[in-house]
């Protein structure tokens, strides 16, 4: 089972002017230590959950360049990107620039976008649920193609005519496509067509086995090799060091149902000391399970 760190709460010590040495501390110890993946989130504003827009929120590939910069093996991406946020076109040429500076590490985590309230604050279109799944296909088919010899493309939302990305990713075809969610009439069919890994929330068996299902049968409708996708959790509400061992045997249950990686979110209070315990006690012991 392989770890990952989700900097999804900025509410850190010190304030903005230390926020950028903190998360430099956090993606250097995590990157040291063990942690296969680091993101942030995609948002202009905070969460209403984690405080809302008083709270702090970095613009997510500003930051990675910058924690690229701090790093030399951790794999960097958003969990995840909003559809809504970018132009298809302008964010191919920004996820293959990340992952051109940073040694083909970047990861393309995209989802449909869900915070209306961030869209009106800064006067950015958001569409019904409907259109922003087809713009979410759409996007998918675009950054497919850019990184696979580009040229055109005609779709009902985005009209691309010279689709050309020089230079190309590090890796062939493309950083791995990961789609955020759990809706099963819509994300985990993009899945199934699409991606290269989902992003299920939570770590309840029961319920990713559920999921996981609805993605098996998606998988035969379009001929797709279930065992080809990487499947992940993200267990943000759980605090892995209040209790380890339950923990743990929690991720030991979702292993079993061939979940591979499985993300966390550092205690604000304190975040390079939680990735430094994280990557002494938890990574060693994830690397047995699974």
């Known amino acids: 089972m392989k770890l990952g760190v989700h900097c999804s709460n900025l509410s850190w010590p010190g304030g903005a002017e230390a926020l950028g040495p903190t998360l430099a501390a956090v993606a250097r110890t995590a990157d040291a230590g063990g942690v296969t993946t680091l993101t942030l989130m995609d948002h202009y504003f905070q969460m209403e959950i984690l405080g809302g827009p008083p709270e702090p929120m970095l613009e997510g590939y500003t930051s990675l360049g910058f924690v690229a910069g701090q790093t030399s093996r951790l794999e960097l991406g958003l969990l995840v990107t909003g559809v809504t946020y970018r ?5 191919a040429k ?17 989802g449909a976008a869900w915070y209306e309230r961030e869209h009106r604050g800064l006067g950015v279109p958001y569409p019904p649920t409907r259109e922003r799944f087809e713009r979410l296909e759409e996007t998918l088919q675009i950054v497919k193609q ?22 190309q990713p590090v890796r062939p075809g493309g950083p791995r496509v990961m789609i955020g969610g759990s809706g099963e009439r819509k994300t985990l069919r993009l899945v199934a067509r699409y991606g290269d890994a989902c992003n299920l929330f939570g770590v309840a068996p029961e319920e990713v086995q559920h999921k996981l299902d609805v993605l098996r049968r998606h998988c035969d409708e379009v001929g797709r090799d279930y065992d080809e996708i990487a499947k992940t959790v993200i267990a943000s509400r759980t605090r892995p060091l209040d209790d380890l061992d339950g923990w743990l045997a ?3 249950k979702v292993a079993a149902l061939g979940v591979e990686q499985v993300w966390a979110v550092p205690d604000p209070s304190d975040p390079v000391g939680w ?16």
């Open 146 to 167: 850019a990184w696979n010899g580009g040229g055109s493309f005609e779709g009902r939302h985005y009209r691309l005519e010279e689709l050309t990305l020089v230079p």
């Open 94 to 110: 920004i996820v293959t620039t990340l992952d051109v500076l940073s040694g083909g590490r970047a990861m393309f985590g995209i």
């Open 275 to 290: 990735t430094e315990q994280m990557t002494e006690h938890v990574v060693p012991r994830l690397a047995e399970i699974g």
């Open 87 to 91: 132009h298809p076109g302008l964010l």
């Open 250 to 252: 929690s991720i030991e």
